[in-house]
């Protein structure tokens, strides 16, 4: 491994470098961005609906938690919607550090380990075996 590869993804100029192509050349499948680009249902609707986005919206998310609950019948406090799931991992991890100890699976996306520590966790890394045919199992 280089010693100047990026740590996380989404580095195409360093990609691109080592492959010794354009940056736009590559599909960089480490960040959840669709490559090709939003649905043109999803710019209609922002088109649509321009003038109602001068304000935040409900920080609570009460109809898009109401509307979620009806669909998937379950009650609203069983749903929490985030902007992004950067953003729900970090609240999961705040809920995780109180406890006395979060076991944690490695390898692992190293937004865990981060998000954990940003909360003062107590982390207790347990390593995955690999067995022959390519499948990791926890040997707890």
């Known amino acids: 491994m280089s010693a100047d590869r990026p740590v996380h993804g989404g580095n195409l100029t360093w990609a691109s470098g080592l492959a010794n192509c ?14 090709l680009g939003p649905p043109l249902s999803a710019i209609a609707a922002i088109q649509t609906h321009l003038e109602t986005l001068k304000a935040y919206p409900d920080p609570d998310y009460r109809q898009l938690r109401s509307a979620l609950s009806q669909f998937h019948h379950l009650s609203p406090d069983w749903i929490l919607p985030g902007n992004g799931a950067a953003e729900l991992l970090t609240w999961a991890s705040r809920d995780l550090a109180e406890l006395d100890i979060t076991c944690l699976p490695t390898p692992a996306f190293g937004d865990y380990r981060r ?26």
């Open 22 to 35: 354009s940056p736009a050349d590559i599909l960089d499948f480490s960040a959840s961005i669709n490559p």
């Open 115 to 140: 998000a954990l520590k940003a909360f003062g966790a107590n982390v207790l890394e347990h390593p995955l075996e690999i067995l022959d045919f390519g499948f990791w199992i926890l040997d707890w």
